[in-house]
């Protein structure tokens, strides 16, 4: 069996390197291969807690107008037992497994059956089939980039029918929120599961698979590197952009629905919300092509992480700031509501133009202007694991020359925004910036490991150019 030779092959290159002394030599730059205590236990913890973490965060809102400390403490004075908060909990529905089931299959059926036309009528616009980078492995893989297309036949059916075909309400999303969550753990579950199933069974690509020999870790992070059924259904792409990015800007505008539905009126913060995260996610699928060279495609595998990640995590608990205003219908003064959008736009400006120049620099081997000169760059070199060289390079100019991960910085600045929105009374809804906060600086820090060892001395030359991270002068 194919899978069984490369964990086999993993197992020696793993004892070869520690014989060298190596931890990870350069051929091996995916991600860590030896699993150490602190990533075991960060993993446990994960696996244990998340699910809980976001049924806490959602059930508070529900329950408690969205205080987080409100249940602990009902739960720590003996006020209420967890049987008292779980018998409140709605189950699962017959209503919310077909909403979810079609909803699914609806995205399913996007993504593989209507090949990308908007390529064809817009200009700028990168669609159609598209190259992914090379693989630890040497391959190149090829993808369907349609996801604008299906986030646009997706809301014009929303808005028609809540214009005029009145099939469903519009608040049918926040009416059925808690369900739904049962039916997207069981869904997040059984992709990771089969994933993993899949990966020691039948892996698309044995070469790229990856056998720590610690099983939570092989769970989590994933054993196949680009996971597919037939030629087209690629895992990471569908998962990771639908169901739950197209879901983000509906669930959104179902709380605006629930808000006119409560108060009669959609508060200012709310149409900022929904206006800031819409230009996110609309870039999102502009640039999916781009989204091809980001590190979820390029470098991550698929498990748990991004399986259940992408199926719970993101849809949940990154619009919890539209959950809020349903319970807290904040309505926000002209300045702050003007520093708001200042700062998302300022922030969304930082994020767009950063990933650009990367993208616009990559793309063109250089040969392109960056504000307007050449840019320059520190030319480097990385070997995979078939032992071919290849040849790259990192700009050191424009954003890139002020931090070398400048573009977190402006998705923070974003992040902080959303949360800015909903005032000042409660913490639930600045979970996103401390949460994207965590998530960026880890990010960064696992990325910086990870193009060391791919690089070797050439990114010790790029870090000497460019010191710092995040902020100039700071991190
Ligand atoms: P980057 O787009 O920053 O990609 C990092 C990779 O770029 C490195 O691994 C390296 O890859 C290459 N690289 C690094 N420095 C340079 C340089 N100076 N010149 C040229 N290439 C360089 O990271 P991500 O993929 O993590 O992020 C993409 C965007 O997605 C970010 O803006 C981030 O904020 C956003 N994001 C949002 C998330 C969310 O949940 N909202 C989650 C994660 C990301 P190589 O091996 O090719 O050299």
Redesign the pocket.
Known sequence: MAAQQEKNLAEERKHQNMQNGTKASQGQWGRAWEVDWFSLASILFLLMFAPLIVYYFIMSCAQYQCSLTDPLLDLLTGNKHLSHIWNRTPMLTYRAAGIYFLWVAFQVFLYMSIPDFCHKFLPGYVGGVQEG?VTPAGAVNKYQINGLQAWIITHVLWFANASFLHFFSPTIIFDNWIPLLWCANILGYAVSTFAMIKGYFFPTNAKDCKFTGNFFYDYMMGIEFNPRIGKWFDFKLFFNGRPGIVAWTLINLSFAAKQQELYGEVTNSMILVNILQGIYVLDFFWNEAWYLK???ICHDHFGWYLGWGDCVWLPYLYTLQGLYLVYHPVQLGTAHALGVLALGLLGYYI?RAT?HQ?DL??RTNGNCRIWGRRPQYIECSYTSVDGTRYH?K??TSGF?GWA??F??TG?LMGSLAYCLACGFEHILPYFYIIYMGI??TH?CLR?EH??SS?YGKDWKRYTAAVPYRLLPGVF
């Open positions: 980078a980001t590190i979820d994020f990933n990367k620099f990559r790259s990192l700009m890139w070398r991960h573009n977190y998705d998530l960026l990010r990325d990870r193009c791919k």
